[in-house]
């Protein structure tokens, strides 16, 4: 029989669900996830449903332990909870749910963007207040900025196309990705940095990107400058970024997402009035939890049926274990 293993808080009538007509196994880890209680789980497993709340990471020991899986399926767009460069070494192909949520997240982005060039959130704290200030305070026009995408892939885009719409100049870095980006300019990340008024990180989290927005980046922008964050909280040097909005460098920051999940009560980011923050939900639509559903059972439901997965995330590395040929095309800052 067919055993599926999930670490997500899915029922047992969901995974089964997910497999469609096959008759399955379902294996269910309790919440928190318990090491041994995951290990027992995944050893046999077919079909490894993955982490969605990223309390267990999958490392290399774990993965070790399963036999010849045929697919980890990671309900999300970010893969870092589990080691996918091992589960290459061992045959089995990771895939995430890539692009499910890009339009809600593009959304959330330029929510953010016009609310920090609009001073949105600090003239709403004023209303509700009982104040009726109209005094001027700094606010641009969307279309008279420059802002620069860090990473091209399904969201990067979308935030590009959306951009286009307000006339923004839009410029765009991606190591990797070679398709041209409609209506941007690729460019180096030295001169992304420095020459725009809003940089925009969309990237996943890997050793190469851990801090990619550092202080010494932070100090290439032009003064009164925006950073906007809803990929990976580690992506940014939180203390560099606290920093440089306290000194007056920054002119302010839209997270959603940071280095330590849920933001402790007493981070400087929740009470700097220039930083909006957000309980990393910039994905989380009705429409983006529909498409996550539908991504993940038809992934599942392919491999049970004998076809290759989508959306695989660590291709590369299995084929460079399969074929001897090697490849840099997984270390996209796409997502």
């Given at each position: 029989?067919?055993?599926i293993?999930s670490?997500?808080p899915?029922?047992?009538?969901?995974?089964k669900?997910?497999?469609?007509t096959?008759?399955?196994?379902?294996?269910?880890?309790?919440d928190?996830?318990?090491?041994s209680a995951?290990r027992a789980?995944i050893?046999?497993a077919?079909v490894?449903?993955?982490?969605i709340?990223?309390?267990?990471?999958l490392?290399?020991?774990?993965?070790?332990?399963?036999g010849p899986?045929r697919?980890?399926?990671q309900?999300?767009?970010?893969?870092d909870?589990?080691d996918?460069?091992?589960?290459a070494e061992f045959?089995?192909?990771?895939?995430n749910?890539g692009g499910?949520?890009?339009?809600s997240?593009?959304?959330w982005?330029?929510?953010?963007i016009?609310?920090l060039l609009?001073?949105?959130?600090?003239?709403?704290r004023?209303m509700h207040?009982?104040?009726?200030?109209?005094?001027f305070e700094r606010?641009h026009e969307?279309?008279a900025?420059?802002?620069g995408?860090?990473?091209?892939g399904?969201?990067g885009?979308?935030?590009a196309?959306r951009l286009n719409?307000?006339?923004?100049t839009?410029?765009?870095?991606?190591?990797v990705?070679s398709?041209a980006?409609?209506?941007a300019?690729s460019?180096s990340?030295?001169?992304?940095?420095s020459?725009?008024?809003?940089?925009?990180?969309?990237?996943?989290l890997?050793a190469?990107t851990w801090h990619?927005v550092?202080a010494?980046?932070l100090?290439?922008?032009r003064?009164?400058?925006?950073?906007?964050?809803?990929?990976r909280?580690?992506?940014?040097?939180?203390?560099?970024?606290?920093?440089?909005?306290?000194?007056g460098?920054?002119?302010?920051?839209?997270l959603?997402?940071f280095e330590?999940?849920p933001?402790?009560?007493?981070?400087?980011l929740?009470s700097l009035d220039?930083?909006f923050?957000t309980p990393?939900?910039a994905?989380?639509s009705i429409e983006?939890?529909l498409?996550?559903i539908?991504?993940v059972?038809?992934?599942?439901?392919?491999v049970l049926?004998?076809?290759?997965?989508?959306?695989?995330v660590n291709?590369t590395q299995?084929?460079t274990?399969t074929?001897?040929?090697?490849?840099?095309?997984?270390r996209?800052?796409?997502?």
């Amino acid at each position: 029989m067919t055993v599926i293993t999930s670490l997500s808080p899915y029922s047992e009538e969901q995974v089964k669900r997910f497999a469609g007509t096959v008759d399955v196994e379902v294996r269910l880890v309790p919440d928190p996830p318990d090491p041994s209680a995951v290990r027992a789980a995944i050893v046999g497993a077919d079909v490894i449903i993955g982490d969605i709340r990223a309390k267990h990471r999958l490392g290399r020991d774990e993965l070790a332990l399963v036999g010849p899986c045929r697919l980890i399926q990671q309900p999300a767009v970010g893969f870092d909870s589990i080691d996918a460069d091992a589960a290459a070494e061992f045959g089995i192909p990771v895939a995430n749910a890539g692009g499910y949520n890009s339009d809600s997240v593009a959304d959330w982005v330029l929510m953010a963007i016009l609310n920090l060039l609009r001073n949105g959130s600090a003239r709403d704290r004023s209303m509700h207040a009982g104040e009726w200030s109209r005094q001027f305070e700094r606010a641009h026009e969307l279309s008279a900025v420059t802002v620069g995408i860090v990473g091209a892939g399904n969201i990067g885009r979308a935030v590009a196309r959306r951009l286009n719409g307000f006339g923004s100049t839009v410029l765009y870095y991606d190591p990797v990705v070679s398709a041209a980006l409609p209506g941007a300019a690729s460019v180096s990340l030295d001169e992304l940095f420095s020459r725009s008024d809003v940089v925009t990180v969309h990237a996943p989290l890997a050793a190469g990107t851990w801090h990619l927005v550092n202080a010494e980046r932070l100090a290439q922008l032009r003064p009164g400058s925006l950073i906007v964050n809803a990929s990976r909280g580690p992506l940014v040097d939180e203390a560099a970024l606290i920093e440089a909005l306290r000194s007056g460098h920054l002119g302010g920051a839209a997270l959603d997402v940071f280095e330590t999940e849920p933001l402790p009560a007493g981070s400087p980011l929740r009470s700097l009035d220039n930083v909006f923050v957000t309980p990393h939900i910039a994905g989380d639509s009705i429409e983006s939890r529909l498409r996550l559903i539908d991504v993940v059972t038809d992934n599942i439901q392919r491999v049970l049926a004998g076809q290759p997965p989508e959306h695989v995330v660590n291709r590369t590395q299995l084929n460079t274990r399969t074929e001897g040929r090697s490849s840099d095309a997984t270390r996209t800052l796409a997502n």
